[in-house]
């Protein structure tokens, strides 16, 4: 006699009865399960498996009994009985569905509500029909094809298919999404119409989409354990990246996910920026993108910035006895993915180099994606020994560089360039610099910076006005900041670089940029911020952590609204200092300029930039290049103003002394034979000795800081000429400066620089030496 064909568990009498009575539901001719709800989500605590001989498998949830699920002796005999007088189906697996063999529900719902699982060689395993919640339909219903010919509304058998197999054989990355929507959204644009495509080369992810296979797993974020993960090791992907929904539930998934992969793995993490539920089949959020003129611009997160470590860590080997706990193993490929940098004890994310943690940081981040809670311990037993440190090359790419030997914290900005007119931000520089030459320098200057990474200049900037409010900082921090990398500018106050031992705000950036320059240390600022400025590496001291060296690649921005900002040396080669507008922008306009700004403004800036030399010769019809390493800083009116408004005190009254004497030749101001001050005419010059000097500004100024080294520099950039030994003069050994008359006059007695002062030339300096202050008209006259 033949048996029937099962079609559902519940035409088995004693089967019904008992899942029933444990609460659970059909999933598939062989299984049902017990389900608890959490929200939109479930999460299965019992799945219990039936054959032709009755009950053949409990398995239960983490921290659950199967004795609570498991059936009385009666039950169990029953459906011995009961289930072998049964014919039970298979699954089956072909190339197409007869459409009129279909459900009704199946066959006529849009193409769009219906989802095609297919295996690697494109053979269907089963169909999924997305429902009307709204009309009480259930959101997602299984189908598959059984060995009786009959479609039912049942999953397949044993562990759930991925959406989108076949493109398994085209990739070596894959994509996991949530659901088969969103998988489905991103592989259609990837491979579909040419309208499609367009729309795709559209999508703010193009890039990043791009060249990868896009998956769905189904059954509900909390039970990925229903997955069949094994066919992408066997398909041989080598990195996972899985794109969870924006909820907690989905979230919590991706561990689990994680520790099923065996592959790099990363968590694509959507921020609060993005609707709750969000996926990859959704519309990004209006917010995200901002229109200038007919081009609209993508202004939200970008890909890297919502990419997030991964890997599961860890292995469970075999315990060597029933009590023992089991051995855990470090996968190899986690171990190539982090490094451990031993100069400052940091572990180090290969793949992006700003993430570097503490060891306690490092156990507690990857405590999700392991079996131990000391994966730093495990780490070091199976590292290698490499000894690896961190390097920071600007223009290169970020990781590992040199083999092995160092890693590249260098990250780029993260804002790409975007054609379109830069009329507003050319429009906010004629404002800021009005002095048209002077612009040009900082468009070289600024343009080199954002476009070329790779370039450390010798100079940096210092923008000064006396005025409040003007656009310095607006260039500096909102303009340049963003577009070097937030994580390659930092804005640290001037009494920090002044005053505090640590400088961690010099540590792999490409820009600091300092709001007010002037505290009343301004000479200390300038002999401090020297090295900062040339020095090609840099020993960087920061709280808890150790001392190290790294390249220096650091450029300035210093903005002051004082005139005495900075004490600028006469030879300055460091600062490019342009005259800036004193009077305030219109506030509608700042206002409109942060909007354009915000609304796409700063990839444009960077295509300017980067189009910098040509825009030049067609907009200015001159040749502006870029600057090169080396370069010195050009002078301009400015800094000129502020070279004579940072002498000292002490050295503009030299420069009322030796103004003269340069000019005018000397005079000697005496008593004649009646005690009368006269005026006396030094045809052969005068010299000057450096004791004198100073004890005449004593006189003068009582106070003052400057060395005798200031000093003798000064008059010598001044015009007067100092002999390189010191001469003895009334009993002390002193350096003397001659007058350019006297070095005309008395040339044939001039040291020749290698010899010592002849006794002639050091009787004829004493002759001619007088004191300041006889070469000073008496006050009054």
Known sequence: MTKPILSSLHQIFSVR???????????????????????????????????????????????????????????????VVECGQFTWPEVQHVRRWNKDDEPPELRQAPADKVFTFLDPEGR??????????????????????????VIRNLEPDGLLPLWGLPQLKKYTTAFLHEGAKAARHIAELIGGTLKEHREFEDHPWHNELDHAAHLGWIGGAQSPHRTDWSVLKKAGIQHVYIVSDNDKQGVSAVKKIAKALHCPTFHVQFTSDWPASFDLGDEFPKTMFKEIGNRTHFIGHAFEECVYPATY?????????????????????????????????????????????????????MAAFSDTSKLSQLFHKAYTGRK???????????????????????????????PGDPAPFLEFMEYLIPDADDRKEVYRWAATLIAKPGTRMHYSLLLMSEKQGTGKNTFAEHILGPLVGDLNFSVPSASHIVKSDFNGWIEAKRLV?????????????????????????????????????IENWAHFVACSNSRRALRIEDDDRRWLI?????????????????????????????????????????????????????????????????IVDSQSDAV??????????????????????????????????VVLTSKDIREW????????????????????????????????????????????????????????????????????????????????????M
């Open 313 to 365: 860590a860890t292995s469970l080997g075999t315990p060597k006895t029933p009590k023992a706990a089991p051995p855990v193993f470090l996968r190899d490929y986690f171990l190539d993915q982090w490094s451990y940098v031993d100069d400052v004890a940091l572990y180090v994310w290969n793949q992006r180099p700003d993430f570097r943690k503490t060891e306690d940081d490092f156990n507690k981040m």
């Open 578 to 642: 342009p005259s800036i507008e004193e009077a305030r922008w219109p506030v509608e306009k700042f206002g409109a300029f942060y909007e354009w700004l915000e609304a796409g403004g700063l990839g444009i800036i960077r295509h300017w930039a980067e189009e910098f030399e040509r825009w030049s010769k067609r907009e200015l019809g001159i040749e502006l290049r870029y600057v090169k390493t080396g370069e010195i800083a050009p002078a301009t009116t400015r800094k000129r103003e502020m």
């Open 697 to 780: 500004l004593r006189s003068e100024l009582r106070m003052f800081n400057d060395t005798d080294y200031d000093l003798g520099k000064a008059i010598v950039k001044l015009g007067m000429t100092k002999i390189k030994d010191q001469i003895k003069i009334d009993g002390r050994m002193v350096y003397v400066y001659l007058s350019p008359h006297a070095v005309e006059k008395h040339r044939d007695l001039m040291p020749n620089g290698r010899d010592r002062p002849s006794a002639e030339f050091c009787g004829k300096v004493r002759e001619l030496r007088r004191r300041p202050e006889n070469l000073m008209p008496p006050r009054g």
């Open 513 to 549: 940029v300092i709001s007010e320059i002037y505290e009343g240390g301004s000479w200390i600022a300038y002999q401090k911020m020297k090295h900062f400025l040339t020095d090609k590496t840099v020993e960087v001291n920061e709280k808890h952590q150790r001392a190290y060296k």
């Open 124 to 149: 269907i395993l089963m169909k999924q029909l997305r429902g009307n919640e709204l009309k009480g339909e259930p959101k997602y219903r299984p189908y598959t094809l059984w060995s009786d010919g």
């Open 652 to 685: 503009k009254t030299l420069v009322s002394l030796v103004g003269g004497l340069i000019e005018d030749g000397a005079t000697e101001w005496a008593p004649d034979e009646r005690g009368r001050v006269v005026e006396t005419p030094m045809p052969d010059g």
């Open 17 to 79: 009865s008992y899942i029933e009575r444990i609460g659970a539901e059909v999933r598939s001719i062989r299984t049902a399960v017990v389900k608890e709800t959490n929200g939109k989500y479930w999460d299965d605590v019992a799945t219990i498996k039936f054959g032709s001989e009755g009950l053949e498998s409990i398995n239960v949830a983490e921290g659950r009994s199967p004795k609570n699920y498991e059936p009385d002796e009666d039950e169990t005999k029953a459906m």
């Open 388 to 418: 690896i440190k961190l390097t920071y090359q600007p223009g290169k790419p970020s990781g590992i560089v040199g083999g092995r030997a160092s890693i590249n914290i260098f990250t780029p900005t993260r804002i790409k360039a975007t």
